[in-house]
């Protein structure tokens, strides 16, 4: 079990920690009979029996002794202190360096870090300084999203150019498709039924050839695909709208103002121009359906959204809507052109259908003709729809015209319904072929079952999860995507870095990255960065295991559990852990062993984050590394001091005071104002403020530590440790007040310091002792640190100030007694 193998291990290290000591003993011995040959008798019976022999020689011997005795009784004490070292190792109370049976011995002390990230023999500090110096420079060819790079890859890219992807351009071809389907539907019925345009339908009729010419205009703006790449160069633009839709375009238009001028020429015109001007304004309405080929480009444009923001399943449903729609305004067109062929068309026999139909009223048949309008279409529609569905119908062609245009219709509809029909059966095939494969999975698992006997309450609930997890859709992976090996290694790196993104940089580190070289960042997420897909139920990692990998809880939920024997808690313990949530980050950073269980509520989606790959990608930018190094060891150092007092014990879920803010706090001065001037090139642009240079001077003289938040906002930090010690009766040591010169001053405050680069907490509380409170030296027992965070506008520097205040409670020992000297201000004297 692993109880017995960790009881194991721990008895292999006290046996090596025993034969060590042997050895050391054994080494002592020779040496000091060795050294001490030329000196005094009386020492050379030390033995083996120790230091108390070695002491009781060392009070015998004569205060004149030889230079090799000497060196002799100075080697004997080193040894000695080595000794007395393992043998305090060994006596050490079991609650003291046992924690539980699943971790080692001295955990979380005896933490390494990563030795891919641990630091060189001879550190270049100078490669830092350096980049501190030029980070402005640097950040200003490496920082770049991947618009900036595509316009710069497209020389003489226009700044008026407009991405098709852009939301202005979605909202322009949503406004496109609301002017289509007025000239789709109203168009056709308008030139069926020769409408006259007044009121909406004057307006309408304007406004369409309007818009229509300020879309040839955008279209010679709007970015175009060349060979799988976005080109925003206006020569290419121009290029391909003109050999694609522009010539359609401007004849559309010009039939449009054609048409609309001679209508109103022709209300205003004489008489005998009428009929010539009447044909033109009628051709020119006849060429305005040529519109209708627009309806392929804006359908082009919804695939593309619908591929995009709606899902499988909800995909279809769209597709089958489409093609109803498709369907009814087919029926919609045929309709028009039935009753224009019927009213107007060359008859070789003289007959109408329009003749031959009856309307019947209430007060008895009348002709076709002076019936309702709505009653016109809607036996013209009755007719187109039962041409598509090839039902029955009580209207019959009359000339060759009209059966001409009966057999056309028969054909399309032929089409449309055969379309329709495989469609659908396409549809169910898929839907058989699906629960045909969760049924031959469900009958082979209980055949399995079966066979093995497995008894029935475990068999019912085995069939029972199988069910319920054949019934959940999976989430495509990228590998399920065959279509994504077609593309380039930089287009596949830039899609998964904006798929990765938003959950990456929620990590100020990371956003850091991404913000000194987005390319390297495109390559990491290609080699440590993956999905993971979990079900509800499955397991994350199991306590003692060694941690490979940090995760990222993208949707779902988790549970994690921490037990006696497998972490430092005194009772079981659970926490939930939501979206959005870190997992594991010490295994980026140090050798981690997991302490804890993590089980999905729900079915879960993660980010996993490698820690072998992060570090081999880290050694191709040499500034990165020295960041992520400093960064590293900032973060060790928290991880081997998260003990208590001074803190709670480290987890898989947090590692005490190693928030992005606090870490930045303790680095190397270099490395600060590295992070703060690519924190200021961030801020608006107000780099003339007086304000924004004093900040900066501030940073550039390590005066001051300005920070980008996972978030993205940008603040100054102030770390400071405070000392609360309390007495038995309660009350609390204050400071009153400051020397000013010669004058005090009052400062009602608890005593402390500002935390300072390369420190811990505890670090900074001894310099306090050491500093300030030499009274109060030995004289505290301490209870444990808790963090007070506090965010304000700073008037001097524009800026969010968030102020990180650790209080180290303390309480004072009941036999302790304060030696305080008394401050008395000597008088000045009077002349």
Not at 36 to 65: F, H, L, N, W
Not at 230 to 251: G, N
Not at 678 to 688: C, E, R, S, T, V
């Amino acid at each position: 079990s692993s109880f017995e193998a960790t009881a194991l291990s721990q008895l292999q290290v006290l046996c090596e920690a025993t034969l060590r000591i042997e050895e050391r003993l054994q080494s002592m011995s020779a040496l000091v009979c060795e050294d001490t040959a030329v000196g005094s008798p009386a020492s050379m019976d030390c033995g083996i029996s120790g230091g108390c022999t070695r002491r009781r020689s060392e009070k015998q011997a004569k205060p004149t002794t030889s230079r090799a005795t000497s060196k002799a009784a100075s080697r004997v004490a080193d040894i000695d202190s080595m000794l007395s070292d393992d043998s305090q190792a060994l006596q050490t109370p079991s609650k003291q360096r046992f924690v539980c049976s699943s971790l080692p011995l001295g955990w979380p002390k005896v933490l390494r870090m990563r030795t891919e990230l641990q630091e060189e023999q001879a550190p270049a500090q100078t490669a830092i300084r350096r980049f501190a110096d030029n980070v402005s420079a640097k950040r200003g060819w490496m920082r770049r999203t991947e618009t900036e790079s595509t316009l710069e890859a497209n020389q003489g890219a226009s700044r008026f150019a407009i991405d098709p992807n852009s939301r202005f351009h979605i909202v322009y071809s949503i406004a496109s498709l609301t002017f289509l389907l007025f000239d789709l539907t109203v168009l056709p019925y308008v030139l069926a039924w020769d409408v006259e345009f007044t009121g909406v339908l004057y307006v309408a009729a304007w406004s369409t050839p309007v818009f229509w010419t300020c879309d040839i205009a955008i279209n010679f703006l709007t970015g175009i695909y060349k060979d799988g790449e976005m080109s925003m160069r206006l020569p290419d633009i121009a290029r391909a709208y003109c050999r694609s839709w522009f010539v359609p375009d401007i004849i559309v238009v010009i039939c449009d103002w054609v048409s609309l001028l001679m209508g109103e020429v022709l209300e205003s015109g004489d008489a005998s121009r009428s009929l010539k001007m009447l044909r033109f304004s009628k051709m020119g309405r006849i060429l305005r359906i040529v519109g209708v080929l627009r309806m392929l480009r804006v359908v082009r444009i919804m695939e593309e959204f619908a591929a995009v923001y709606i899902t499988e399943g909800h995909r279809l449903m769209f597709r089958m809507t489409n093609l109803t729609l498709s369907i009814l305004w087919t029926a919609h067109l045929l309709a028009c052109v039935w009753y224009a062929v019927g009213k107007g068309a060359p008859s070789d026999t003289g007959g109408r259908w329009i003749d031959r139909v009856v309307a019947q009223t209430a007060d008895g048949p009348i002709p076709f003709q002076e019936s309702p309008q709505v009653y016109q279409y809607m036996v013209a529609f009755h007719w187109a729809a039962g041409q598509i569905a090839l039902g029955s119908i009580d209207v019959s062609p009359t000339n060759s015209f009209e059966r001409a245009v009966f057999v056309l219709t028969m054909m399309i509809g032929f089409l449309f319904g055969s379309t329709l029909v495989s469609m659908l059966s396409a549809a169910m095939m898929d839907y058989q072929l699906m629960q045909k494969d969760i049924t031959m999975k469900c009958r082979m698992l209980r055949q399995y079952l079966m066979e093995n006997e497995v008894p029935a309450t475990t068999a019912v609930l085995v069939q029972r999860q199988v069910v319920q997890r054949l019934k959940e859709r999976e989430r495509l992976d990228e590998n399920d995507v065959s279509a994504l090996t077609l593309l380039s290694l930089a287009l596949r790196s830039q899609l998964r870095f904006e798929i990765q993104r938003p959950h990456l940089t929620r990590h100020p580190f990371f956003r850091l990255w991404t913000s000194m070289d987005i390319k390297l960042m495109h390559r990491t997420c290609m080699k440590a960065v993956n999905f993971l897909y979990m079900r509800m139920r499955d397991d994350l990692f199991a306590p003692g295991a060694l941690a490979e990998s940090a995760f990222v809880l993208v949707s779902g939920a988790l549970s994690y559990v921490q037990s006696p024997d497998s972490s430092p808690v005194q009772e079981e313990k659970c926490t939930k852990v939501e979206a959005g949530n870190w997992l594991c980050e010490a295994a980026l950073w140090v050798e981690w062993t997991h302490v804890g269980k993590a089980e999905s509520i729900t079915a879960c989606q993660l980010l996993s984050i490698d820690g072998t790959a992060l570090s081999q990608c880290l050694q191709q930018d040499f500034i990165i590394r020295e960041v992520a190094v400093e960064y590293c060891r900032q973060f060790h150092k928290r991880v081997r001091s998260a003990c208590p007092p001074h803190a709670p014990w480290p987890t898989d879920l947090e590692v005490p005071f190693t928030d992005w803010c606090d870490l930045v706090v303790s680095m190397d001065k270099t490395v600060q104002v590295a992070v703060g001037r690519d924190a200021l090139n961030q801020l608006p642009a107000n780099k003339g403020a007086k304000a924004f240079e004093q900040l900066r001077d501030e940073v550039d003289s390590s005066k001051s530590i300005v920070v980008v938040t996972g978030t993205g906002s940008i603040i100054r930090v102030v770390s400071l440790v405070v000392l609360r010690a309390e007495r038995a009766d309660g009350r609390v040591f204050m400071q009153v007040g400051k020397w000013c010169g010669s004058d005090v001053k009052s400062a009602v405050q608890l005593p402390g310091a500002k935390q300072e680069a390369d420190e811990l907490v505890p670090e900074t509380l001894e310099r306090i002792f050491d500093t300030k409170l030499k009274l109060l030296e030995g004289k505290l027992e301490f209870l444990g640190t808790t963090r007070e965070n506090q965010e304000k506008e700073s008037k001097e520097y524009g800026v969010q100030t968030r102020y990180l205040r650790s209080i180290c409670a303390a309480r004072l020992l009941p036999d302790a007694k304060l030696g305080a000297h008394v401050c008395v201000q000597k008088p000045t004297s009077v002349p």
